[in-house]
């Protein structure tokens, strides 16, 4: 799964900035409670800060991420994220799925929503255990020998 989320960009480079701690927090949460562990996720920004920090898309720069990784599936954080992508993808609702390329992309709930609303958390593991059951099987402890 490749997630991305309009600031994911300063996020990665700056590691610092307004809900940074806390959008980070909340995807460890995510991955713990899925027990989703490294090789099931990566993270790939759409926009990067310019000198000034203001955020730019670079819809060339996310496809090309996109391309290399080559997931089975990409998760974009809110509405935002789908205008900041430029993939040019109609969504009607969060959770709304599409293919294109021969890949699934999902709108997901924005950072904000994760982070401000415990119940859109829950909505969004259990939409994730349910759709992806398969990759979370893989990861769950396996018993004693």
């Keep these: 799964m490749l997630w991305s989320y309009p600031e994911l960009g300063r996020d990665l480079l700056l590691k610092e900035g307004p809900g940074c701690k806390e959008r980070s927090a909340c995807f460890r949460g995510i991955f713990e409670r899925l027990s989703l562990f490294r090789g099931t996720s990566v993270f790939w920004p759409m926009a990067l800060p310019d000198e000034s920090g ?25 509405p935002e994220a789908v205008s900041a992508s430029r993939l040019g993808l109609d969504f009607s609702h969060t959770y709304d799925e599409r293919l294109s390329g021969g890949r699934l992309f999902i709108l997901f709930p924005s950072t904000g929503q994760l982070i401000e609303n415990r119940q859109a958390f829950d909505a969004a593991c259990e939409y994730l255990q349910s759709r992806f059951a398969e990759i979370c099987a893989l990861h769950q402890p396996k018993g004693k020998l």
């Excluded at 203001?54 to 809110?78: T, W």
């Design 54 to 78: 203001n955020m730019v898309s670079n819809p060339e720069m996310f496809l090309s991420g996109i391309k290399l990784l080559n997931p089975k599936a990409v998760l974009l954080c809110g």
